[in-house]
């Protein structure tokens, strides 16, 4: 029986319901220090409010821009070459889902942004992420450049120093990752704690 205009409709808008109400726990997820601690939440976000232009510094020192990627979906996750666990082991399970998607995954740009544009260089974070996958862009920037993508994702970061050094802190942040579709637009949160397989299903879900 086909599918009236009015069913779709509906799903459509439960779809976004439901993404809606995860990237409002996850984005509100405080990742704290190297440790498993969350806390809960802050103001609701809607998912027209999620993302928006930027301009950063690629691997190879060239810029790349919200508007290079038209066109494919992106996934992208925000953290810092520094971190200790919880970084490499995401971006570990996204390189898997990549291999998972198999030829779906010419379609999907997966992208690494800092949050440590003082100690990720251009060269640091490429290299950084290349070791993880040659799929995965790393992209850094001047101080203002990360702080306004942050803005515009909703991510929380705070510095926690651990002493007197120029390099002794970390960056508590927040983790998720962001599908956006080729349009630039914020399509759903994807759980950046979900297996491999669960994550490439997840995904291939809101590729058509």
């Not at 100690?119 to 920037?141: K, M, N």
Request: charged share 20%; aromatic share 8%; with cysteine.
């Amino acid at each position: 029986m086909p599918i009236t205009n009015s069913r779709k409709a509906h799903r459509a808008r439960e779809r976004e319901r439901r993404a809606l109400a995860i990237v409002t726990a996850g984005l509100a997820m405080l990742l704290l220090g190297s440790g498993a601690l969350w806390l809960l939440p802050a103001p609701l976000v809607g998912a027209s409010s999620i993302g928006g232009p930027f301009e950063l510094t690629g691997g190879d020192g060239k810029p790349v821009t919200d508007r290079d990627l038209r066109g494919k979906y992106v996934l992208i996750y925000f953290g810092y070459t520094f971190c200790p666990d919880v970084c490499p082991i995401t971006l570990q399970r996204v390189a898997d889902a990549l291999k998972a998607l198999g030829a779906k995954s010419a379609e999907l740009q997966p992208l690494f942004i800092t949050v440590d544009p003082q100690r990720d260089t251009p060269q640091v974070v490429g290299q950084y992420a290349a070791a993880f996958s040659p799929r995965l862009i790393g992209l850094t920037g001047t101080s203002d450049q990360i702080s306004r993508v942050e803005r515009e994702f909703h991510v929380y970061t705070a510095i926690r120093r651990s002493g007197v050094g120029r390099d002794d802190y970390s960056v508590d942040h927040s983790s998720v990752l962001y599908l956006m579709g080729p349009d630039g637009r914020f399509l759903a949160p994807i759980p950046a704690d979900e297996p491999a397989l669960q994550m490439a299903g997840d995904i291939a879900r809101h590729m058509t």
